[in-house]
């Protein structure tokens, strides 16, 4: 192969890896606040809540609306005293097993990943589109599944993190799923805000 | 009766009570005497506690609180964005630099296709 031909195949190569680059490149980036889609909507448990469920443990998390169909991690505490997390290369979301099981009286709550570099989208990537009034469904591992309807989603800075409005008791079978939002800070690695969802049983459950 | 009959008979009472009252005392010095039931030990009374000042009233017990629906709270904001890894600012800035890198081979291969093009040559 002359010269000539040689540096003209390098140069398709390069090419043809530039533009497979550019649009990695622009697929990887993180959801910028323009792409996040927060409604307000009524807040309370929805119209018709039938009574609560006894606790299980959830297994299971499926939100048609967005196409996240999800296992279930059991979520702890770190020693420093936060929400231990889903590893990053899970695609589960995790439930936080100091709170109530899904269906049962109280918040419970499911934490999940909105993306990784490693990984692109994570499970609750596209938690900000969700509406109000769409639902949300929980299998757990007595056969029984919860079902809620959203009531709304919000943002709130890290700085500023609602605990008593996401943790707090509540009168009915309420559900919280939460991930990470807003602007991404570059120095501390991590997003400012963190999206979460209000949803409530909409039923108390059925058996499979 | 001659007086002295009568002296006799008046201290014979008084001969007769001295030996009633001597002889018990008599007897007691030569015969040995059971001894007496040991005292039963009473305990001793229990000391009045020498409290000058009255004893604090309890504390006020405050009612017992219902456990939180969530048993422990959290700490803080939930990590689940990705965290350090989310936007390694090495990795898109690499890509970007790739990108460009192979638009300039795009541009150079044309560039030596239009030169080697012999149906381009002499055009111009």
Known sequence: MTPRRLLAALAVALAVAGAVAVVGAFAAAPPGPHRTLLEAGPTGPAAGASGPLGRSVPVRLDIPAIDVHSGLLALGLDPDGTTEEPPLDSPDAGWYSHSPTPGEIGPAVLLGHVDSARTGPGVFHDLPALRPGDEVRVLRVDGSTAVFAVDRVARHPKSGFPTAEVYGDIPHAGLRLITCGGEFDRGTGHYRDNVVVYASAVTGGSQA | ?124
């Open chain 2, 1 to 124: 009766m001659h007086p002295r009959s009568t002296r006799l008979l008046a201290a014979l009472p008084v001969a007769v009570a001295a030996v009633l009252v001597l002889a018990p005392a008599a007897h007691a010095t030569t015969t040995p005497q059971p001894s007496p039931p040991p005292i039963e030990a009473s305990p001793a009374p229990t000391p009045i506690p020498a409290s000058a000042a009255p004893s604090p009233p309890p504390a006020q017990v405050a009612p017992a609180e219902r456990p939180g629906q969530v048993s422990q709270v959290p700490v803080g904001a939930p990590e689940t964005g990705g965290g350090a890894t989310a936007d390694d600012p090495g990795h898109s800035t690499g890509l970007l630099v790739l990108g460009g890198l192979g638009l300039a081979g795009a541009g150079t291969a044309l560039a030596l296709r239009r030169r080697t093009d012999p149906t381009r040559a002499g055009r111009g």
